[in-house]
Each structure stands twice: as C-alpha cells, then as structure tokens.
Nanobody, 120 residues
C-alpha cells in the first residue's frame, strides 16, 4: 500500500492550495479516505474524511466552509481543496486510509506528508 501526497507549498493568507493523494496497493474505491494535519508542537488532527464512493463527507469545525475533500476513484486519488487559508493552517498534511484488509488483519496507512506553509 502506498499513499503519495503532493501539492503543498508556500501560500499567502487568504490564498488557496489543492492537495492530492495518489493511492496504490489496495482497492481504493472500497475505503473511506481522510486528510489529517500536524502543526509543529501539536498533535495530529483530523481535517476531513470522505466515504468510499464520495457520497458522505466530514470536516473538522475549523475547516468547514473553507476546505473541500473529494475523490476520483477512477484515478485512485483523493483531493483536499483549501481556500481562505489562515496562518494557523500551516502544518504537514497527511493522507490516511484505515482498516485495509491484508489477509486476516486490518491496517491503517499514512502518506509521507506534504508541507503547507501559510505566511505573508
């Protein structure tokens, strides 16, 4: 299983970024996908989750109305569109999938992360 994030970078407050996570090694369309983030000195926190076929989404309160999670199952890719970025959105953003069944066990997997820096 591999999750490879891309799209991070430096952006000014109020700007936008679109993160992508390319997945491989499992049946992507069978699993919900999530984005998490971790700021320096803070715990990793859930940003958003999308159901396996994209019909349901969840957002942390501080992201509602600014971030949009989406997925293209044909491309095995999940996205995070981030608008109206704030200084406090600065963090490493991680792609996550939970409960991937391998033989008789289930595993959670993480990408390597992509840095998002919001600064003027």
């Amino acid at each position: 299983v591999q999750l490879v994030e891309s799209g991070g970078g430096l952006v000014q407050p109020g700007g936008s970024l679109r993160l992508s996570c390319a997945a491989s090694g499992f049946t992507f369309s069978n699993y919900a996908m999530s984005w998490y983030r971790q700021a320096p000195g803070k715990e990793r926190e859930l940003v958003a989750t999308i159901s396996s076929v994209g019909g349901s989404t969840y957002y942390a309160d501080s992201m509602k109305g600014r971030f949009t999670i989406s997925r293209e199952n044909a491309k095995n890719t999940v996205y995070l569109q981030m608008n109206s970025l704030k200084l406090e959105d600065t963090a490493v953003y991680y792609c996550n999938v939970k409960g991937v069944r391998i033989e008789i066990f289930k595993y959670d997997f993480w990408g390597q992360g992509t840095q998002v820096t919001v600064s003027s």
